[in-house]
């Protein structure tokens, strides 16, 4: 596609349910992150892709966040037993192996968790 | 570890006047740094990416430099119009997976 696609653009869950968002990311893009933006925290770093492995998953802020790549292609971002904590916009970057700094971003995932 | 900071947190001028954004880092040891816009509701867009061994980058009306061992950079935007409202973001590479420490970053509000 054009750009890299997120999927929902808003989601509302009930506290203690999971949710899984999704990203597809630009055609060729081999590098993949996930970024989240919350209030007062500004945006944080929770993993990258290089093809289908993790080689850092040092920003997922604990074990009910995971996150798969398939394909090369897209990436699932799951938060299991949802806290209220967990409320920001999820962002999706990818980026070419002929240029790996030339990041494009998704619009995100609005997660609130009520 | 790396942090990020950016000043101001806020910023609201006249159209037409020239201003300056910073960014300051803590750990000079980066790979690159970079501007980014985000308007809202919007993902970000890249605006300047500037590598270590470089001292500035242009790109019409804006002009990013970094100054490595004082652990700062600044975005200077000129002629400054309503449509550069958003806000910037600055963002440290600090190795070679492409992981970025983001500022908090500068609202700016252009007035017409």
């Known amino acids: 596609g054009a750009g890299v696609s997120q999927s929902p653009s808003n989601k509302v869950t009930e506290k203690g349910k999971d949710v899984e968002l999704r990203c597809d990311p630009i055609s060729g893009h081999t590098a993949l992150y996930w970024y989240r933006q919350s209030l007062g925290q500004g945006l944080e770093f929770l993993i990258y892709f290089q093809g289908n492995s993790a080689p850092d998953k040092s920003g997922l802020p604990s074990d009910r966040f995971s996150a798969e790549r398939t394909g090369g292609s897209v990436s699932t971002l799951t938060i299991q037993r949802t806290q209220q904590e967990d409320s920001a916009v999820y962002l999706c970057?990818?980026?070419?192996?002929?240029?790996?700094?030339?990041?494009?971003f998704g619009s995100g995932t609005r997660l609130t968790v009520v | 570890k790396q942090e990020v900071t950016q000043i101001p947190a806020a910023l609201s001028v006249p159209e037409g006047e020239n201003l300056v954004l910073n960014c300051s880092f803590t750990?000079?040891?980066?790979?690159?740094l970079q501007w980014f816009r985000q308007d809202p509701g919007k993902g970000l867009t890249s605006l300047l990416l500037i590598q270590s061994s470089q001292r500035e980058q242009t790109s019409g009306r804006l002009n990013a430099s970094l100054d490595k061992s004082s652990g700062r950079s600044t975005l200077y935007i000129a002629a400054s119009q309503p449509g550069d409202s958003a806000t910037y973001l600055c963002?440290?590479?600090?190795?070679?997976?492409?992981?970025?420490?983001f500022g908090q970053g500068t609202t700016l509000q252009v007035k017409p």
């Open positions: 963002a440290v590479g600090s190795g070679n997976t492409g992981k970025l420490i």
């Open positions: 970057a990818s980026s070419s192996p002929t240029r790996p700094f030339g990041y494009t």
């Open positions: 750990d000079s040891a980066i790979y690159n």
